[in-house]
């Protein structure tokens, strides 16, 4: 039987991700990538229209993604200003330097592109191991401070500290 949390923590990024692929224009072709391509749960392709063509980066070639690479470096395979949004949820907290992944993401992500994120906080230590970090509200802020925020919510579960933070955050260049 799964944790009351962790059904808590999909039930809130399914709600997240069914808004966040309506920012999708539905007349144009559009490009998404997703970061850490994963078995356990839907994944973009999911909560987007079809006129947006998903992509997916993964460390990892066990999932079988379109670029292999990490997110927290500079990945060459990957075009400058290229995608309308991007998708890292439920990942950040597994890589060994988040504090890079916004640069990464600012770089492949089209001018007033969405990053579309969202982390564990007050969660136990989970698999796919290493599990390295958690991310307050004001760490999230910190990390994509170059960006707009358009959007951060948090899930509480019985009046507890928060479990998880869904972030939409802006590429806006002056």
């Given amino acids: ?3 009351p949390h962790i059904i808590a923590l999909w039930k809130n990024l399914d709600i997240f991700l069914t808004r966040c692929g309506q920012l999708a224009d539905t007349e144009k072709p559009q490009e ?3 970061i850490g391509a994963s078995e356990i749960h839907k ?3 999911d909560y987007f229209p079809k006129n947006v063509r998903v992509k997916t980066l993964d460390i990892t070639p ?3 993604p379109d670029y292999l690479g990490d997110i927290c470096k500079k990945n060459d395979t990957l075009e400058d200003n290229y995608f309308d ?3 890292c949820c439920e990942v950040l907290e597994h890589t060994n330097a988040p504090w890079e992944a916004p640069k990464e993401i600012w770089r492949v992500l089209k001018p007033n592109g969405y990053a579309i994120i969202s982390v564990p906080f007050n969660l136990f230590i989970h698999p796919p191991l290493p599990d390295y970090w958690r ?3 004001f760490g999230l802020r910190e990390l994509f401070k170059q960006f707009e925020i358009v959007e951060l919510k948090e899930l509480q579960v019985q009046g507890g500290s928060p479990i998880q933070y869904t ?3 802006k590429k806006v260049v002056s």
């Fill in 85 to 87: 949004f991007l998708c």
């Fill in 1 to 3: 039987m799964q944790h």
């Fill in 43 to 45: 994944t973009a392709v």
């Fill in 32 to 34: 998404l990538l997703e």
């Fill in 62 to 64: 066990i999932t079988n």
């Fill in 135 to 137: 991310f307050s509200n």
């Fill in 167 to 169: 972030l939409i955050a």
